[in-house]
């Protein structure tokens, strides 16, 4: 647990750091209203709304961090605020040559510490698409090392509407685990965006897996409406 502690307290500072620095940065700031809060296809909110904030900070060398703000159900009807951070390096796209990035992610549970994880990720980016690996070496703080594999991509429809696409898949790598089979999700659906406003609607979709402490486990298809505000 000491571990996982101090992986979120670094990805936080170096957040904060980043922030207070460097002319060219750019820092955004959302806020998120959701029908049900999906992660990687699994409900964290009992098939109920869910409010998020987010903070990201991009520098021009590359560079890049955030962080989020939420609250999940880990166990029925007993809500928590999760907080998460992140930082890392990318390399954008050159022609046909694809981008790339590196970097470490770290998810606390404000009163159940015992979830707190962390992950190390590498991915490839594209004009219109990205694929990232994401390691953890205790996934949920349940003894699981886990490794994550997905790939994203989105389209313009015109001005205001844009199609995407999302294809996951979890799976045990060591640790202590029961699982033997790979977890995959999906998510596809449309978005729209005016002004600093973005509405989406998704279908998404999860297999079965026992890899998750969350009992929404079952809940494992359904649509869900965000809307956004970006400023």
Do not use: K
């Given at each position: 647990?000491?571990?996982?502690?101090?992986?979120?307290?670094?990805?936080?500072?170096?957040?904060?750091?980043?922030?207070?620095?460097?002319?060219?940065?750019?820092?955004?700031?959302?806020?998120?209203?959701?029908?049900?809060?999906?992660?990687?296809?699994?409900?964290?909110?009992?098939?109920?709304?869910?409010?998020?904030?987010?903070?990201?900070?991009?520098?021009?060398?590359?560079?890049?961090?955030?962080?989020?703000?939420?609250?999940?159900?880990?166990?029925?009807?007993?809500?928590?605020?999760?907080?998460?951070?992140?930082?890392?390096?990318?390399?954008?796209?050159?022609?046909?040559?694809?981008?790339?990035?590196?970097?470490?992610?770290?998810?606390?549970?404000?009163?159940?510490?015992?979830?707190?994880?962390?992950?190390l990720y590498a991915g490839l980016l594209g004009d219109d698409w990205n694929a990232r690996l994401s390691l953890s070496p205790d996934y949920f703080g349940h003894g699981a090392r886990t490794l994550y594999a997905e790939l994203n991509?989105?389209?313009?429809?015109?001005?205001?509407?844009?199609?995407?696409?999302?294809?996951?898949?979890?799976?045990?790598?060591?640790?202590?685990?029961?699982?033997?089979?790979?977890?995959?999700?999906?998510?596809?659906?449309?978005?729209?965006?005016?002004?600093?406003?973005?509405?989406?609607?998704?279908?998404?979709?999860?297999?079965?897996?026992?890899?998750?402490?969350?009992?929404?486990?079952?809940?494992?298809?359904?649509?869900?409406?965000?809307?956004?505000?970006?400023?």
């Open positions: 647990m000491a571990a996982r502690t101090a992986v979120l307290r670094a990805a936080f500072v170096a957040v904060s750091l980043l922030a207070a620095g460097g002319a060219a940065a750019q820092v955004g700031v959302g806020l998120t209203l959701e029908t049900d809060h999906r992660f990687r296809g699994v409900s964290l909110s009992g098939g109920r709304p869910d409010v998020h904030l987010d903070l990201a900070w991009d520098g021009a060398s590359g560079a890049y961090a955030g962080g989020a703000a939420t609250s999940v159900e880990l166990e029925r009807d007993r809500r928590r605020g999760q907080l998460i951070g992140y930082l890392g390096y990318a390399r954008a796209a050159r022609g046909p040559t694809p981008g790339w990035e590196v970097g470490v992610s770290a998810a606390h549970f404000v009163a159940a510490a015992g979830y707190d994880y962390a992950e991509a989105g389209r313009p429809l015109g001005a205001v509407w844009r199609a995407f696409a999302h294809l996951g898949a979890l799976g045990a790598v060591g640790g202590v685990t029961s699982s033997t089979r790979p977890r995959y999700d999906v998510r596809a659906g449309l978005g729209a965006t005016h002004d600093a406003w973005e509405l989406q609607l998704a279908w998404v979709e999860a297999g079965r897996g026992d890899i998750y402490p969350t009992p929404y486990a079952a809940e494992r298809r359904g649509f869900v409406l965000s809307v956004a505000r970006f400023f």
